[in-house]
């Protein structure tokens, strides 16, 4: 399914005068494949956190290309856990907290349960030594 979008803000003027720019946005949603987990290309359009790596066959020149990355949350314990660098001053850390986590509302509607990702900084009895 591609959904397309166009939206502009709002003029104080009764009539459109065009000086507010107008952002086109696409949202695509595609079934799982069958295989799980297969590595994607990534797309230049959208964020991904990706991995940079070399292509190539026997009948092919290596090619550089990246892939996004994904989680496969059933080997992380059913969890993403996301640690707050201890450089990040304190004063920070709870809205931090509070951005990171507002994606569980996302998780839950997807079906991945509810609190899927967690948030911890320096000083959490949850926060790694090391």
């Given at each position: 399914m591609w959904l397309q979008y166009a939206v502009q803000a709002r003029d104080a003027a009764p009539v459109?005068?065009?000086?507010?720019p107008t952002a086109y946005y696409s949202v695509a949603f595609c079934r799982l494949p069958d295989v799980p987990m297969v590595p994607r290309a990534k797309d230049r359009r959208?964020?991904?956190?990706?991995?940079?790596?070399?292509v190539g066959g026997e009948r092919r020149a290596n090619e550089a290309t990246s892939v996004?990355?994904?989680?496969?949350?059933?080997?992380?314990?059913?969890?993403?856990?996301?640690?707050?660098?201890?450089?990040?001053?304190k004063l920070f850390h709870p809205t931090i907290k509070k951005g990171v986590e507002s994606w569980n509302g996302a998780f839950a509607a997807a079906g991945c349960g509810d609190g899927v990702v967690r948030c911890v900084a320096a000083g959490d009895a949850d926060f790694p030594t090391d």
């Open positions: 459109k005068t065009g000086s507010e959208v964020g991904y956190f990706e991995t940079p790596l070399r996004i990355n994904r989680w496969n949350l059933s080997r992380h314990g059913g969890h993403l856990m996301y640690y707050i660098d201890p450089e990040v001053p």
